[in-house]
T-cell receptor
């Protein structure tokens, strides 16, 4: 059974600071990793995907992947109140492309003005 | 930006009734999925659909559930004889390729009373 683990939080970060969200996964063969943002009562919204070891930056967001440690993280720089949401880590099952995602429980992030 | 459209946004039904949840995929997308999220829990994969047939389903997706794309446009999830525990947000997701990220619709909140 594939596992995706996240600290459920809540994680509180002052506005303007860096928020760091972490995710570990159990399947060593996993190749693709996604971060989704979910506002309360809304659908998951893709914010980052990462496939290779190292860092990937997109605006204020940076995804970091370490396959040896089976660890993927998301950094949010210059945090804004609008970043307050639950952040979901998702990992596809091997041999299913990206269609059968296993989601973590999500980390609830609150940005404090 | 193209969107995945789901209707209705909220469906209330009595236990034992049948419901049909509808999804209009992004026009050039070929792979369709249903996920669900019970309140406060993880987003869970239900079923994937490609080329007019189910390609993968989870253990949740039992004989109570069915999917179809009757008119080449709408992608539907039918739940027969609903149970209280079927109450959840149901998300349709689509993608243009198996290795492309999923795009989620806004979801249908199903409440079974």
């Amino acid at each position: 059974q594939k596992e995706v683990e996240q600290n459920s939080g809540p994680l509180s970060v002052p506005e303007g600071a860096i928020a760091s969200l972490n995710c570990t996964y159990s399947d060593r063969g996993s190749q693709s990793f996604f971060w989704y943002r979910q506002y309360s009562g809304k659908s998951p919204e893709l914010i980052m995907s990462i496939y290779s070891n190292g860092d990937k930056e997109d605006g204020r967001f940076t995804a970091q992947l370490n396959k040896a440690s089976q660890y993927v993280s998301l950094l949010i720089r210059d945090s804004q109140p609008s970043d307050s949401a639950t952040y979901l880590c998702a990992v596809p099952e091997i041999n299913f492309g990206n269609e059968k995602l296993t989601f973590g429980t999500g980390t609830r992030l609150t940005i404090i003005p | 930006e193209p969107e995945v459209t789901q209707t209705p946004s909220h469906q209330v039904t009595q236990m034992g009734q049948e419901v049909i949840l509808r999804c209009v995929p992004i026009s050039n997308h070929l792979y369709f999925y249903w996920y669900r999220q019970i309140l406060g829990q993880k987003v869970e994969f239900l079923v994937s659909f490609y080329n007019n047939e189910i390609s993968e389903k989870s253990e949740i997706f039992d004989d109570q559930f069915s999917v179809e794309r009757p008119d080449g446009s709408n992608f539907t999830l039918k739940i027969r004889s609903t149970k209280l525990e079927d109450s959840a947000m149901y998300f349709c997701a689509t993608t243009g390729g198996r290795n492309s990220p999923l795009h989620f619709g806004n979801g249908t909140r199903l409440t079974v009373t």
